[in-house]
């Protein structure tokens, strides 16, 4: 399993937790620090959608001009999100050929 997010994300400390507690083995992958690929956000928008991987509800995402969120679309998702990968959704988790976005603790625990 690996876990990318942002090592000071609330809902990614959370998650760390879970999967620490639940004796979990994880790989973790700070995208802030550590950077995301242009194909690796390609995976990710084929396996879940780019709709899925934008954080609406975040200051990143209220930031941006209103004309940009107004006419967002994929291309310019993809690349909002390789500029700013705060706006990406988080915790997101690679098992396999899964992905998921958000903290699941009900589905992690079923993967075990």
């Given amino acids: 399993m690996k876990l990318y997010g ?3 994300c609330d809902t990614v400390k959370k998650a760390r937790k879970w999967l620490d507690d639940n004796g979990v083995a994880y790989e973790f992958h700070d ?3 550590d950077g995301l690929t242009s194909v690796k ?3 990710w928008e084929q396996a879940v959608g780019w709709e899925t991987l934008i ?3 975040g200051t990143t995402w209220r930031k941006l001009p209103d004309e940009v969120r107004d006419t ?3 291309p310019s998702a993809h690349q909002i999100m390789l500029e700013n990968p705060s706006i990406i ?3 997101v988790v690679e ?3 899964d992905v998921t976005v958000g903290f699941h603790a009900d589905q992690w ?3 075990n």
Wanted: proline share 4%.
């Fill in 6 to 8: 942002i090592k000071n």
């Fill in 31 to 33: 995208f802030k620090k």
């Fill in 41 to 43: 956000l390609d995976q």
């Fill in 55 to 57: 954080n609406k509800r």
């Fill in 72 to 74: 967002i679309s994929a």
């Fill in 89 to 91: 959704k988080r915790p």
């Fill in 95 to 97: 098992r396999g050929n």
């Fill in 109 to 111: 625990a079923a993967w």
